[in-house]
């Protein structure tokens, strides 16, 4: 901040994108901006060709970025593609970069960071599309229902908590192929993530 | 590129390079309404009120959503056993679904318990035992036995289920109402909910998970199980990501404000009440910043994103940030204030009295008798979630301050020294033409505007704001309860 608010200041200032990905199968970062910039000992290589969109309503749509790299090569559109879906959901953090040219000091600012939800890749340009992370299409609300048939993840270690060697479950209760299968009798009394009972007795009576 | 950011919706829009100046709701100074009671007040509030209604209805059918319940509510739940046994006595066993618990994910969010119990307006006793009449309460635990461990299936019918991670009430009912009639949808019962984690001021979590209606405790429990829905098999990464996305020293400052006390009447003679609480339900989907608005409009403060972490800001005073005058300032302010007949001088707010035991409707009012004598009563209604009536008062003030009492909006444009202001801050403004010195103002929205060949560029929408927005002391005592 004080290197902009100084009178003689002489600045460049670039648009930065940094894609992390991050999980059990693969952790690798990728560094783009407007030219090739030094910033926390990681290069930035010069591929962003066109600043970053992002685009919001005052009904609270979306915060959503959009940024064109360049794909002329078609290097950064086969690494891309290549990761497949571990590109969905890593994160993206998108900023402003300014260097004063007469001292070389230098300032980075990150504007968005959220994870990537699309990727467009054709013979000139890869656009990576972002929201910000409390945009994103995750429901913190109330996501389970009183439902027939279980609703965990089939192995969720905090919920279904199977751990044997079957892989499927059709998330029937008395079912071979569901719960008795798995967890078996009685435990399936107690792993059950639903309400069987609701189809049978259990609806309100009118009179 | 141009980053746009306001305080209404915490958007945040950025253009291409050369592609023009955005504006917020588009500039001009009178973009953003603050009367709509969406900066963090009264508008924010209605969803959530809405969803306090809805678990009171009571849902025979199944289907319904399990609903995420932090503080009391009056619940009526979803049936999800009814078992009618004639003789006699005839026996009916009912038990209903009140929301999610555990099973929501993170292997935390079991309830609290039950306050009090009803069937059709009699209060029911807990049950000891699988025979006795009344009610056993479960908070929602993830099952791990039938007769063992949290959550075991419930006595009244030992050849059921758990319900494993899902808060239920049990009731069998008496003989003489089971005798009577075979209806189950007289059950109503008021339930505390969520219990939920702790934090120091560094982000180090704190023992077990608590009951809590500190809405600083539950704006994280949904922040954290953003992250758990979001990585479910890896519990360790998902509270790491959490505690890395907030600003911690901010957060703790907010979480200590709700929670120190001040001195309310509620009828019953002076004492202490937690200054903010939230007693806040969620019965469908929403998006992460759609919930830290109804969080934060309980209690009055707000939420920034500043690209990296979230920051929670409580409505107290702040010092300025910055101090925009001629030599940062790029274009001249523009002065605007409401029109007198847009802006709102009588406020009323509807909202479940958390004192009363049935927590019955109520409403408060704040009224601006000067304006009102010059153009008549301009009404404003809004909806809060369950609160103290001393809680509903404040924020209505606050809102009348707001709204009524700031009126004067001022849109500059600036550089790129104030690029790190974002809605909620203060800053101060000395400029000729306004005739400000030091005036001290509320960001309403930003909107930055970057260009690879040029300089950054800023503007604002702020708020004049000339007193306090919030005062401990904007409330009277509860008139007491009487007996007819």
């Given amino acids: 901040m004080d290197l902009l608010s100084r009178k003689d200041k002489q600045i460049e200032s670039h648009t930065t994108l940094q894609v992390s990905i991050n999980n059990a199968d693969l952790t690798r970062n990728y560094y783009f901006a407007s030219a090739q910039l030094m910033i926390l000992g990681a290069t930035w290589q010069p591929q962003l060709r066109q600043g970053s969109q992002i685009r919001a309503n005052l009904a609270r749509a979306s915060d959503q970025a959009t940024v064109d790299l360049q794909n002329v090569d078609t290097e950064i559109g086969l690494e891309f593609l290549s990761l497949g879906s571990l590109l969905y959901g890593s994160t993206a953090k998108i900023g402003r970069y300014w260097r004063d040219l007469q001292s070389g000091v230098d300032f980075h600012k990150v504007l968005l960071t959220g994870p990537i939800v699309g990727l467009q890749v054709d013979e000139q340009v890869v656009r990576v599309t972002a929201v910000s992370e409390p945009y994103a299409n995750l429901s913190v609300g109330a996501t389970r229902r009183a439902a027939l048939s279980c609703q965990w993840n089939f192995r969720d270690p905090s919920t279904c908590q199977y751990a044997g060697t079957l892989l499927t479950c059709n998330f029937l209760l008395n079912h071979t192929d569901g719960c008795e299968g798995r967890h078996g009798t009685p435990l399936k009394r107690a792993k059950f993530g639903a309400f069987a009972y609701l189809s049978s007795k259990s609806r309100l009576k009118t009179i | ?484």
């Avoid at chain 2, 390079?17 to 009367?35: H, R, T, Y």
């Fill in chain 2, 1 to 484: 590129m141009a980053i746009s950011l306001d305080l209404d919706s915490q958007s945040l829009i950025l253009l291409d390079n050369g592609g023009g100046d955005v504006g917020i709701g588009d500039s001009g100074g009178g973009g953003l309404n603050v009367g709509t009671g969406d900066v963090s007040g009264g508008g924010t509030s209605n969803t959530t009120a809405a969803a306090a209604e809805q678990i009171e209805e009571f849902i025979a059918e199944g289907g319904g959503s399990l609903p995420i319940v932090y503080g009391e509510h009056l619940i009526a739940g979803i049936l999800v056993l009814h078992k009618f046994t004639l003789g006699t006595p005839n026996t009916s066993i009912i038990i209903v679904a009140l929301g999610d618990g555990q099973g929501n994910g993170g292997q935390h969010g079991e309830w609290e318990g039950a306050v009090a119990v009803y069937y059709a307006g009699e209060a029911l006793s807990v049950s000891p035992d699988g025979s006795t009449a009344g009610y056993r309460f479960a908070n929602g635990f993830i099952s791990t036995g039938v007769a063992s461990g949290p959550q075991q299936v419930d006595a009244f019918h030992s050849t059921g289920l758990a319900y494993s991670g899902t808060a239920i009430i049990a009731v069998k009912l008496p003989d003489a109402t089971a005798n009577a009639e075979d209806r189950p949808d007289k059950l109503r019962g008021r339930y505390k909910g969520r219990r939920i984690f702790d934090y120091d001021a560094t982000g180090r979590r704190l023992g077990a998970a608590a009951y809590s209606t500190d809405p600083a405790r539950i704006a994280l429990d949904r922040l954290l199980a953003y992250y758990e829905h979001k990585f479910p098999n890896d519990l360790t990464l998902a509270q790491r990501l959490m505690e890395e996305k907030v600003d911690w020293e901010s957060w703790k400052i907010w979480s200590n404000y709700n929670v120190s006390t001040i001195s309310w009447d509620p009828g019953t003679g002076a004492g202490n009440i937690a200054r903010f609480e939230g007693n806040i339900v969620f019965t469908g989907d929403i998006i992460l910043a759609d919930a830290f608005d109804q969080i934060c409009a309980a209690a009055g403060a707000w939420w920034q994103d500043d690209g990296e972490q979230i920051i929670f800001l409580p409505p107290t005073d702040r010092e300025p940030v910055h101090h925009f005058n001629e030599s940062n300032i790029l274009s001249a302010p523009i002065i605007r204030p409401t029109d007198l007949r847009e802006r709102p001088n009588y406020f009323i707010a509807e909202f479940r009295d958390f004192d009363d035991p049935y927590l019955g409707t109520v409403s408060v009012e704040v009224r601006r008798d000067a304006l009102i004598k010059q153009v008549g009563e301009i009404k404003s209604v809004r909806v809060f979630p369950a609160m103290k009536q001393s809680q509903a008062q404040r924020l209505l003030e606050r809102q009348a301050r707001l709204e009524a009492d700031n009126p004067t909006t001022c849109t500059i444009t600036a550089d790129e020294t104030s690029i790190h202001l974002l809605p909620g801050d203060f800053v101060t403004v000395s400029h000729p033409v306004p005739g400000w010195t030091y005036q001290r103002c509320l960001v309403l929205s930003v909107s930055i505007s970057s260009a690879e060949d040029g300089a950054d560029t800023c503007e604002f929408i702020l708020q004049a704001i000339n007193d306090s927005l919030y005062s401990d002391f904007a409330h009277t005592a509860r008139q007491e309860a009487l007996t007819p």
